[in-house]
Nanobody
Framework: QVQLVESGGGLVQAGGSLKLSCAAS????????MGWFRQPPGKEREFVAS????????YYADSVKGRFTISRDNAKNTVFLQMNNLQPEDTAVYYC????????????????WGQGTQVTVSS
């Protein structure tokens, strides 16, 4: 079992930045592809970014490419999402996820989810 706890969400003005953290307990994150998803108000949850367990290669949704950066610190068992130039359409609950399978980069069926952290971007 893996427990994931997100933090770092909040209210920010358009153009601002936030850094989300996802701390894991139970098992080492190096055993998983890690990712971030988000669910905007009234919409389905969508993939944002992921980082591969083997070589740390990253993958992003087109909507965040060039603005968001996913990273991991295996020693701290933590994954991060640096979000720059935030826009109102980035407003969502952001979720951390862990996938033990060697599947695609968009993580269609993660094994574990965090509880989510709210990010609100005002215009």
């Amino acid at each position: 079992q893996v427990q994931l706890v997100e933090s770092g969400g909040g209210l920010v003005q358009a153009g601002g930045s936030l850094k989300l953290s996802c701390a894991a307990s139970g098992r080492t994150l190096s055993s998983y592809r890690m990712g971030w998803f988000r669910q905007p108000p009234g919409k389905e949850r969508e993939f944002v970014a992921s980082i591969r367990r083997t070589d740390g290669s990253t993958y992003y949704a087109d909507s965040v490419k060039g603005r968001f950066t996913i990273s991991r610190d295996n020693a701290k068992n933590t994954v991060f999402l640096q979000m720059n130039n935030l826009q109102p359409e980035d407003t969502a609950v952001y979720y951390c996820a862990a996938d033990s399978r060697f599947g695609g980069p968009t993580m269609s069926q993660p094994d574990y989810w965090g509880q989510g952290t709210q990010v609100t971007v005002s215009s």
